[in-house]
């Protein structure tokens, strides 16, 4: 690829619709030179704060393993009642004050809409590591960057988005960053979790989409699966919860007819729609997208912070 001029230098990453084909080739390209020589110390004067107002495992740990090996530094926000948010501060004051010891924020919040406000006030980069059942946007970079690496293209394949589709945030982004591709979309949900109705006009106009209720119908046509857990906390009603809880799940049984070559991936964290014993077949890739979630964040930082980078 020739040199091309970085599409992320000092750049908000607030959702995945800011960012087009070229920039995820570009991504892709500078991460898969990165992988094979990191450069180890490119972000010795740097420091990013991460604001994770939600809990976190995967998004949180890769963004400071991230840093780490870059050669950069991080603050943590911490806990909500460790802080002055227990005194009242308000989220922007919280925001701006971390705003003027870090040159940029790594920030999940449960509501919508919080990473772009955030962009909106803060002078540094604003990277929006899941804002409600919105987006997250960082995570489709990685899901994209996995199927590319498992698959070995995107355009034409059969790819199933399984699970909770209304409320899992991880959907939407990876479907708006899918439009960038030809991929053939399954949309597969039992009826009360499907996807959102504006969202899923918009992406109709880009993506071959089909909507379906069981797996079982499908399988055999699918080269990816990508799962997700029943977002329990973003129900407004319990009850409303209760009636989906356990209404799907991969098995055994399912796999058996499932192409050989099948790719199974999940976000995570899961629940029981993917029991322990699918990590022992071959279809199951979702600690290959943990492990390139730390690849495709070390890239990002190294972008937003890096105007010229010698890739
Ligand atoms: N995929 C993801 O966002 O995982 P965490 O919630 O553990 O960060």
Do not use: W
Request: glycine letters at 4%; aromatic letters at 8%.
């Amino acid at each position: 690829m020739k040199r091309l001029k970085n599409p992320f230098y000092n750049r908000d990453i607030v959702s995945i619709k800011d960012f087009q084909r070229p920039d995820l080739d570009y991504l892709f390209h500078v991460a898969n030179e990165i992988k094979t020589s990191l450069p180890n110390d490119s972000l010795k004067n740097k420091s990013i704060g991460l604001m994770f107002l939600e809990p976190s495992t995967r998004t949180r740990l890769s963004f400071e393993s991230a840093m780490n090996s870059l050669g950069g530094k991080s603050i943590s926000f911490g806990n909500l009642s460790d802080s002055s948010t227990q005194k009242g501060e308000n989220l922007s004051d919280s925001l701006l004050t971390m705003d003027q010891y870090v040159d940029a924020i790594i920030l999940r919040h449960a509501s919508e809409g919080v990473s772009r406000y955030a962009s909106e006030i803060c002078k540094n980069p604003i990277i929006n590591a899941g804002s409600g059942s919105e987006e997250h946007p960082t995570q489709a970079m990685l899901d994209v960057y996995t199927i590319l690496n498992e698959c070995g293209k995107v355009d034409n394949l059969n790819i199933a988005i399984f699970g909770d589709l209304k409320y899992g945030r991880t959907v939407y982004s990876l479907l708006y960053a899918l439009s960038n591709y030809k991929p053939n979309i399954y949309l597969v949900s039992p009826k009360p979790l499907q996807l959102r109705s504006d969202p899923l006009i918009e992406l109709k106009n880009t993506l071959n989409i089909s909507v379906h209720e069981n797996l079982q119908d499908i399988i055999s046509d699918l080269d990816v699966i990508y799962t997700t857990r029943i977002q329990k906390e973003r129900f407004p009603d319990l009850q409303e919860y209760e009636r989906v809880k356990g209404s799907y799940k991969i098995d055994n049984n399912l796999l058996t007819n499932a192409k050989e070559n099948l790719v199974l991936l999940h976000p995570m964290p899961r629940s029981d729609e993917i029991p322990g014993e699918i990590d022992n077949t071959p279809y199951a890739k979702y600690f290959n997208q943990v492990s390139a979630g730390k690849l495709i964040r070390s890239t990002l930082l190294h972008l937003i912070f890096t105007e010229n980078p010698s890739f």
